[in-house]
């Protein structure tokens, strides 16, 4: 089984900058395919950006330039550093994770699943 738990979520004003966190746990070895996604009120939840085990990244539009997702492969650990916050970046944020094959752009057009998801954390951008 695999356990995922985002933090760092929070409010901020536009224009700032948050580190959002996701540790896994459990089994792992073969998660080569991680995710960020968010869900903002009455909307679907979305892909932002994905990364695989070789570290190709790919992002979502709205995010490309401010955001950036990376990861600690020793500490099991992604990330995503959100810069130039938007009120419209407000969601809850979303990490994702599986494997062994992976294929970012597809993850962030939303052609590619995830299976292992965690409980979400609060992002909210003030104007």
């Known amino acids: 089984q695999v356990q995922m738990v985002e933090s760092g979520g929070g409010l901020v004003q536009a224009g700032g900058s948050l580190r959002l966190s996701c540790a896994a746990s459990?089994?792992?070895?073969?998660?080569?395919?991680m995710g960020w996604f968010r869900q903002a009120p009455g909307k679907e939840r979305m892909a932002i950006a994905a990364?695989?085990?070789?570290?190709?990244?790919s992002y979502a539009d709205s995010v490309k330039g401010r955001f950036t997702i990376s990861k600690d492969n020793a500490k099991n650990t992604l990330y995503l550093q959100m810069n130039s916050l938007k009120p419209e970046d407000t969601a809850v944020y979303y990490c994702?994770?599986?494997?062994?094959?992976?294929?970012?752009?597809?993850?962030?057009?939303?052609?590619?699943?995830?299976?292992?998801w965690g409980q979400g954390t609060q992002v909210s951008v003030s104007s």
């Open positions: 990364i695989q085990s070789n570290s190709t990244t």
């Open positions: 994702a994770a599986d494997g062994p094959h992976c294929h970012p752009p597809s993850v962030v057009a939303g052609r590619w699943g995830l299976r292992h």
């Open positions: 459990g089994t792992t070895d073969s998660l080569y395919c």
